[in-house]
């Protein structure tokens, strides 16, 4: 153990026992225990000797007799710093974190100048999440010493693990400043940026720190995120396979290539990349989430086990936590309700699209509006939710228990969630039932696997009676009319004629997911290119503005005897007005399978273009058959492969039906349940009311009977 402080060089009055010593600081372990075990029987009340001698112990990993003479050392020499240091420093090998730190703390009452003692008391408070603690530990720290390179890390982190991502970079790169070569400072500087968005910083950070460290597999790993991140996806490759190269089991690189497959679209490599990191470490419950997410767009994966999957997420992460199963909240069944939304998607985001306009017409007589935000970086979205709440809270920077404490005391009747196993989900605050109902709902196509979850809504197209329920471990709430409201964009200009008339052949188009062009949809809209000659396939995406991701795509249709330049690549478009736009150059959209669009779909058909749609047996295979029966294009949905082709060339060939759909749609849309807000609103109130006045009939229970 080690028996000093780079701040404390003090005299010891080692110098008494010469040979020891040296035989100590020699690394001669097993000599210098056996030398002090004399003198402290010649001298037993020579507290110092007992102190080295349990350092020498400790060294040796004998820590049962680095303890009992540690402790020994602390009852003769009690204001000895080092002595109650090195006994820290031993409870600390040996996991108690309690008894550590209380030595710790006596050390710097002792001597508040101790720098070690203030590093290891702050990164055990960071390891018990004690944030508050810890930050003001590596505050006074810093107070003493301003360079102190320890601190500034160790503050770093603390910033890291509340999410406050510029706090952080500041921290780190004072660190970097004192000391350039600190691989713990470059690494955390590198994830802060990263955190933030700043892909290019990070990038030259990290082809420095590659340079300097490139035996370090996570620096690697980071220099691909980054790259990813800017959409450099075989560059990002490359760096993820390097960290491989250095460590095969290097977590990090493992989840994030799988990130890189999937941005891809070679949605096998994903699902086998994030099952493997799974395996690697099965404490992340954010991998084992997006794997399910990867699960869903998969045509080789049957619904049973996607569903088998789902249920043992819940089983490995939220099934022992504790729950709530008593609750101040009043069973009265006509009583104003609190409804709880919780989402990472209140800012500009395919989920919010579809929230505001049921914040906007929702009953504030009847019903008050809680949001719980799960932003880091919010944007003018949020804060126009936040206006429609009648109550908002910022959970992204505290954890899981905190955030159902939250809830609780908000007595919130009803807690929907609206991510699923998306992006930055809260599901293990559902798993803690803050709320006596708890609902998953909008954002994500599939049940969450939570036995802590009572309801998930939907409609009778995506899932009709009899077909999906088992795939659930919620019970199924059809809204009839359909389950969600598009608020149409307003201002933006009419599509005008189908691009057919002008150009003399067809467009097809997909603004989804590449993931969900698998190499199954691939073949088929390749046969039904095939059998129209001439047609073009415009697709966007973006990461479609990388070269490699285009070719990639080009020669999975080429495989198929449809020329290359027969395909044409978008990527990212900043502007809303511009997406929308770029619709006026398709013809007919093709919606994927066996996961759907559902944004991309609205978004067509607002834009006057048909939707061509494959019924499936999921939810994510269905959503095509709800928004297109919602609009009355019934006509537009294949029950196989076979009809959708076929109906896909009859289709093409019509170009007096795709120009009048051109000029009506969007009315027809409009005046369809697809737009109707307040009428979704009225009957998702109807919804919540029912389940919570089951809840009352019996409010001892928690969920479904």
């Known amino acids: 153990m080690n028996a000093g402080s780079r701040h ?40 110092e000797s007992w102190f080295l001698l349990a350092a020498a112990c400790g060294q040796l990993g004998d820590l049962a007799a680095a303890i009992k003479y540690g402790k020994r050392a602390v009852a003769l020499v009690p204001t000895h710093p080092d002595a109650h240091y090195n006994l820290g420093q031993v409870y600390r090998g040996l996991g108690q974190a309690e008894e550590a730190m209380a030595c710790y703390r006596k050390v710097l009452a002792l001597d508040p100048a101790y720098v070690k003692a203030y590093v290891n008391l702050g990164a055990l408070l960071l390891g018990a999440g004690r944030l508050r603690e810890a930050m003001e530990c590596f505050e006074v720290l810093l107070q003493r010493f301003p360079n102190e390179v320890d601190g500034h890390c160790g503050l770093g982190q603390v910033q890291l693990a509340r999410k406050h991502f510029d706090e952080a970079a500041v921290h780190f790169s004072a660190a970097l400043r004192s000391q350039p070569g600190c691989l713990d400072a470059a690494q955390g500087l590198a994830g802060a940026l990263l955190d933030l968005d700043r892909f290019s910083e990070a990038e030259t950070l990290l082809r420095q720190a590659v340079k300097a460290w490139p035996g370090q597999a996570l620096m690697w790993a980071a220099l691909g995120k980054s790259l990813q991140g800017q959409i450099k996806l075989q560059a990002a490759a490359e760096a993820y396979r390097r960290a491989l190269d250095i460590d095969p089991r290097c977590f990090q690189a493992h989840h994030h290539l799988a990130a890189t497959y999937y941005d891809l679209g070679n949605i096998e490599k994903a699902i086998s990349s994030w099952r493997f990191a799974t395996e690697i470490d099965p404490s992340q419950p954010v991998t084992f989430s997006n794997l399910l997410l990867a699960l869903n767009y998969d045509p080789n994966t049957d619904p049973q086990t996607i569903a088998a999957e789902h249920r043992r997420w819940g089983a490995l992460y939220a099934d022992g936590l504790p729950r709530r199963s008593e609750y101040a909240n009043s069973p009265d069944p006509d009583r104003v309700l609190r409804v709880g939304y919780v989402s990472p998607d209140f800012r500009n985001h395919a989920v919010a699209q579809f929230l505001v306009p049921l914040l906007k017409y929702h009953d504030r007589e009847r019903f008050r509006i809680y949001c719980y935000s799960n932003v880091l970086q919010p944007d003018e979205v949020t804060e126009r939710i936040r206006e429609l709440s009648d109550g908002w809270c910022e959970i992204a920077h505290i954890a899981d228990d905190a955030a159902a404490d939250l809830v609780a005391a908000d007595e919130i009747d009803l807690l929907v969630d609206l991510a699923g196993h998306s992006g930055k989900h809260r599901l293990l605050v559902f798993a803690r039932r803050p709320a006596p109902v708890q609902i998953t709902y909008l954002g994500y196509p599939n049940t969450t696997g939570l036995e802590a979850m009572d309801y998930r809504i939907t409609d009778a197209w995506a899932d009709p009676p009899g077909m999906t329920e088992g795939y659930h471990t919620e019970e199924l709430l059809r809204i009839s009319g359909g389950f969600l409201c598009y608020e149409g964009p307003q201002g933006v200009e009419s599509p005008g004629p189908p691009p057919v008339i002008r150009k003399g052949f067809i467009t097809f188009g997909s603004y989804n997911n590449i993931a969900k062009i698998t190499p199954q949809v691939v073949a088929v809209w390749a046969e039904l290119m095939r059998a129209t000659p001439d047609s073009r396939l415009r697709i966007k995406y973006r990461s479609l503005s990388d070269e490699y991701a285009m070719g990639r795509l080009r020669e999975q249709f080429m495989a198929h005897g449809v020329g290359g330049e027969r395909i044409e690549g978008l990527g990212y478009l900043p502007r809303k007005a511009d997406h929308l736009r770029s619709y006026q150059e398709i013809d007919i959209a093709l919606d994927p399978f066996p996961y759907n669009g559902t944004t991309t779909t609205c978004e067509a ?101």
């Not at 040296?22 to 003198?39: D, H, Q």
């Not at 609103?681 to 389940?691: A, T």
């Open 605 to 705: 058909l607002w834009m006057g273009v048909p939707v061509l749609a494959l019924s499936g047996r999921t939810h994510a295979g269905r959503m095509g058959v709800s928004l297109l029966s919602q609009v009355g294009l019934e006509e537009w949905i294949a029950s196989d492969t076979g009809s959708y082709v076929e109906q896909g060339v009859r289709h093409a060939a019509d170009v007096d039906r795709l120009t009048r759909l051109r000029e009506d749609l969007r009315s027809r849309m409009a005046d369809s349940n697809l737009c109707d807000a307040y009428g979704l609103v009225q009957r998702l109130e109807g919804v919540y009311r029912g389940v919570w006045r089951r809840w009352c009939e019996c409010p001892a229970r928690s969920g479904r009977e």
């Open 8 to 47: 404390n060089a003090r005299k010891t009055g080692l110098v008494r026992r010469p040979q020891a010593c040296r035989l100590l600081e020699a690394g001669k372990l097993v000599e210098a225990r056996g030398a002090y075990e004399v003198l402290v029987r010649r001298d037993p009340r020579d507290g």
